[in-house]
């Protein structure tokens, strides 16, 4: 097993990662979790057909309620949100409560949100079970839902006891969902350390057929580069939203392609297109396009995208709660090191696209 911690300043955690659950137990007593203190598994549906044996192990060692919303980001509102809080009422939640969020982003975002507010907040457990969730959600604490038709409007920050991962959860999950965090596993790669991107360029056969031990390698460095963003030096810095590279284009895509194209499939070419502004304002290394291009290739990401709805997607852009006025984008400024808030224009933005994924 390996772990890695986790240092958030006020406080310290650590992340397990695994290709089996049979640690998990071991860990409450060591985390401060008290078994026989009430804890809530919050999951999916679909999760707790495909892990039923393991949710209800979970729940035969210990003082154990389960509460199962219906799967996918349409659940991410105020009313799941209500429901979960009466749920706990209903079973005498309490102060040394813990919950345990076992599922994907959307049930980490949901069961977090009421962690860090039920009673002013009660323990949390992360058990990530998508790569998204596992590569990127599972640390930084931002815990949210959606409001109003706007994504992530209510949100807090709240960080977990301790989380843990198990690779072998990713054996279930359909290629869409692995896509969308591959995305994400390239972006760290582009913007936190040339040595992941060499590792996914010449394992990315194994990362495909999701062995153990590749994923498990990827998981740990993504972590440790996210955490580093969000807690190191950027920090001080204020560079953590170079988390956000390749991000404002990728929205632009989902909306102008009315989410035809996925989530991961839109970070990989939001990349791309950021790559090649960074080429355009800071004459970064040249082959930098080309490697990018060549790994989402091998992992079966699209490289090319035409924009047709061209107003759809500027209006995305310009209404992306990250930009205010002006539009800001983070890009690279060498092969090292990312800029955030670079000022661009639109003309700019539509000649990257013409010279990277809107290429004949
Ligand atoms: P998700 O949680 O909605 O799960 C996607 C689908 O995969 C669901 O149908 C789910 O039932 C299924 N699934 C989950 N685990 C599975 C498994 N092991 N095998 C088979 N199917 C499985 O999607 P996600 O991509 O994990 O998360 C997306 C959400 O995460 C979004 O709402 C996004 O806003 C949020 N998010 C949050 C942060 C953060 O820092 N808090 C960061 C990134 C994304």
């Not at 560079?239 to 909306?255: P, Q, R």
């Amino acid at each position: 097993m390996k772990e890695i911690i986790v240092d958030t300043v006020d406080k310290k955690y650590s992340v397990y990662i695994d290709n089996n659950i049979n640690k998990f137990h071991t860990l409450f007593e060591k985390n401060r979790i008290k078994i026989s203190e009430k804890i809530f598994i919050v999951t999916d549906r679909l999760v707790y057909e495909l892990y039923k044996d393991i949710i209800e192990h979970i729940k035969s060692e210990n003082n154990c309620k389960i509460f199962c919303i219906a799967q996918g980001e349409k659940e991410k509102n105020i009313y799941t949100i209500q429901n979960l809080y009466d749920f706990l009422l209903e079973n005498d939640a309490n102060k040394n409560s813990t919950i345990i969020a076992f599922g994907g982003g959307t049930v980490g975002d949901l069961a977090g949100f009421v962690a860090s507010t039920y009673m002013g907040g009660i323990k949390l457990v992360n058990v990530p079970t998508t790569l998204l969730s596992q590569v990127d959600s599972c640390i930084g604490g931002k815990v949210r839902f959606n409001y109003g038709n706007v994504k992530d409007l209510i949100g807090n920050f709240y960080n977990p006891i301790f989380v843990y991962v198990c690779t072998r959860f990713l054996k279930t999950l359909s290629n869409k969902e692995f896509k969308n965090g591959l995305g994400e596993v390239v972006k760290y790669g582009v913007i936190g350390d040339v040595e992941l991107l060499n590792f996914i360029n010449l394992n990315y056969k194994y990362i495909l057929e999701r062995e153990n031990d590749k994923l498990g390698h990827i998981v740990k460095e993504c972590l440790r580069i996210k955490s580093e963003v969000l807690f190191g030096e950027c920090r001080n810095k204020g560079l953590t939203n170079v988390l956000d590279f390749g991000h404002i284009i990728a929205y632009g895509i989902e909306m102008s392609s009315k989410f035809t194209v996925s989530y991961g499939e839109a970070v990989g070419l939001g990349m791309l297109v950021s790559i090649k502004l960074s080429q355009n304002k800071f004459n970064i290394p040249l082959d930098t396009y080309g490697k990018v291009e060549s790994i989402l290739k091998k992992l079966s990401m699209p490289v090319k995208y035409k924009v047709d709805n061209y107003s759809s997607f500027m209006y995305a852009i310009n209404h992306d709660k990250k930009n205010n006025d002006k539009l800001k984008f983070v890009l690279l400024e060498d092969n090292e090191r990312c800029k955030a808030k670079v000022e661009v224009s639109e003309e700019e933005i539509k000649m990257a696209l013409k010279e990277s994924i809107n290429r004949g």
